[in-house]
């Protein structure tokens, strides 16, 4: 398996170790608690059984096959969403690419062809809702008939809620997109959370005393313009590793620049030990207002040490 946990295909599946496996399958996108009482569910297994567990998703989304004019915006690129799968214990993800090939698959076909490319596979778990083979046809009691025959054990794990409502994806697009951060992390789980490298700006902010750090990021599900409180850690740091209080612009620049694209800007509340070409993730905790137009650089900074202030004391407070 490569350093990263990642497999690309079943066809590289040869690479894991030997012995049982529980495969957690789904799109997963988001990673949120519906998906992790799924993917919690093979880890389980494994642990009982003294085998191994994966996560089975899939790239591209199926809505980029099946409605390639509006497809679904994703939560996490594929990267954040392996890193998010491994951080809940399994021992790898596989990325299967789902192709006009793999669409086509009978839905009596997907467990034997998983079973022939796992000999060692014991159990799978799925979503109640989860759907699968040539026009959606697959559910769960197929996939547990099919388990009995072919000695898989199959674990289906039932929706979970909040305030009465199924967790979902679309739920957790919906609130970032109104910038309800902290009720997107409510069903996420987590902290939203997204990977930048540092690039080089213009210097503005260092200008008018907030230095900001500049960071390459344009996500296919863009989250409300606007001012967050957020943590920022290195990518790959230790765990050990402290995350940084900081508050985040991300947002056009109407005032100074008027950008095409949004750019995420974070301002460290304390001392700055990143510089450019630095990989961080910011986690995502509180929207604090949304973005706006000032009438020149002095209100704007007025605004922006307000914003630093109700940052600081959101970190200070209880809740952060």
Not at 50 to 70: E, M, Q
Not at 246 to 261: C, D, F, I, S
Request: charge should be positive; glycine fraction near 12%.
């Amino acid at each position: 398996m490569n350093p990263g946990g990642v497999l690309h295909g079943l066809a590289a599946a040869g690479s894991l170790p030997p012995g049982p496996l529980a495969v957690a399958i789904g799109v997963f996108d988001g990673v949120h608690r519906g998906h992790r009482a799924v993917v919690g569910a093979a880890v389980a297994w494994a642990g009982r059984t003294g085998g191994r567990a994966v996560a089975l998703t899939f790239d591209p989304h199926p809505s980029r096959l099946f409605r390639p004019t509006d497809p679904v915006r994703l939560i996490l690129p594929l990267a954040s969403r392996a890193r998010a799968l491994l951080s809940l214990g399994v021992d790898g993800v596989i990325v299967e690419p789902f192709s006009a090939e793999f669409a086509a698959l009978e839905a009596e076909e997907f467990l034997p062809r998983l079973k022939a490319a796992l000999p060692g596979l014991g159990a799978v778990a799925v979503g109640e809702n989860w759907r699968f083979g040539r026009g959606r046809r697959g559910d769960a009691p197929l996939l547990i008939a099919q388990g009995r025959a072919l000695g898989v054990e199959v674990t289906v794990a039932a929706s979970v809620s909040d305030r009465d409502e199924r967790v979902s994806s679309t739920r957790i697009r919906a609130l970032l997109e109104a910038g309800d951060v902290e009720g997107a992390n409510a069903l996420l789980g987590a902290p939203y959370c997204s990977d930048g490298v540092v690039a080089p700006g213009k210097q503005l902010g260092r200008t008018i005393g907030f230095p900001t750090l500049n960071l390459a990021w344009d996500p296919e599900l863009r989250p409300r313009l606007g001012v967050y409180a957020v943590r920022v850690r290195r990518a790959g740091g230790s765990k050990g590793e402290a995350p940084l209080p900081a508050v985040a612009n991300y947002g056009l620049r109407p005032t100074v620049e008027q950008a095409t694209v949004p750019r995420l800007e974070v301002h460290l509340l304390g001392a700055c030990p990143v510089s450019a070409g630095a990989a961080l993730e910011v986690e995502w905790l509180r929207f604090l207002r949304g973005e706006q137009r000032f009438p020149d650089v002095a209100a704007l900074r007025a605004q922006i040490e307000r914003d630093r202030a109700e940052a600081a004391a959101f970190f200070a407070g209880p809740s952060a």
